[in-house]
């Protein structure tokens, strides 16, 4: 069984912070990744994805990835009410065509 | 952009009525699946597609059948719906990326 952990918040962060999102996952083989941002009611969006080791950058999102350690981090700068969501951590497997792993989300509040 | 669509966004059924939730996607995406989401437990894969024809099992299949006679359709079949069907269902298409469906949200009396 492919494990994908979240911490497990919920996390609550003042607005203008800097919201830090972690997410460990077991198979070693995965190769691309994903954060999803789940607004209450609604269904996931995708909002960063990563493939390589290293930061990618998308607006106030950032995304870290190290294969070796098995661990993609999402950092959002600037923090606003707006970014008050729960994010999803996604990781593929190794040989199921397409199919994505999920960790259970964190909870994030962003308070004026 | 991506558009999955299902069919309904709101259903209440009654136990052992057979229910059908349908996915269309219109981005010739080979890959397909059905997922289930429910408060504490998470997303849950319970079948998937990657062909027209051809259909996975996922984590939680039991109790559920799936069709898929065209690419761009999915269908979810509950042939005698259960209390504990209860939840949100969530279609998702995929080429590397995966895309979600605004959900169906079915209550089972």
């Known amino acids: 069984q492919k494990e994908v952990e979240q911490n497990s918040g919920p996390l609550s962060v003042p607005e203008g912070a800097i919201a830090s999102l972690n997410c460990t996952y077991s198979?070693?083989?995965?190769?691309?990744f994903f954060w999803y941002r789940q607004y209450s009611g609604k269904s996931p969006e995708l909002i960063m994805s990563?493939?390589?080791?290293g930061d990618k950058e998308d607006g106030r999102f950032t995304a870290q990835l190290n294969k070796a350690s098995q661990y993609v981090s999402l950092l959002i700068r600037d923090s606003q009410p707006s970014d008050s969501a729960t994010y999803l951590c996604a990781v593929t497997g190794g040989s199921t065509l397409g199919r994505l792993y999920f960790g259970r989300g964190t909870q994030l509040t962003v308070w004026p | 952009d991506v558009k999955v669509t299902q069919s309904s966004r709101y259903l209440v059924k009654r136990t052992g009525e057979k229910v059908f939730l349908e996915c269309v996607q219109d981005?010739?995406?080979?890959?397909m699946f059905w997922y289930r989401q429910d408060p504490g437990l998470g997303l849950r894969l319970i079948y998937f597609s990657y062909d027209v024809k051809m259909k996975e099992k996922g984590d939680i299949p039991e109790g559920y059948s799936v069709s898929r006679e065209k690419k761009e359709r999915f269908s979810l079949i509950l042939e005698s719906a259960s209390t504990n069907q209860t939840s949100m269902y969530l279609c998702?298409?995929?080429?590397?990326?995966?895309?979600f469906g605004e959900g169906s949200r079915l209550t089972v009396l």
């Open positions: 981005m010739d995406h080979e890959n």
């Open positions: 198979d070693r083989v995965s190769q691309s």
């Open positions: 990563i493939y390589s080791n």
């Open positions: 998702a298409s995929s080429a590397g990326e995966l895309f």
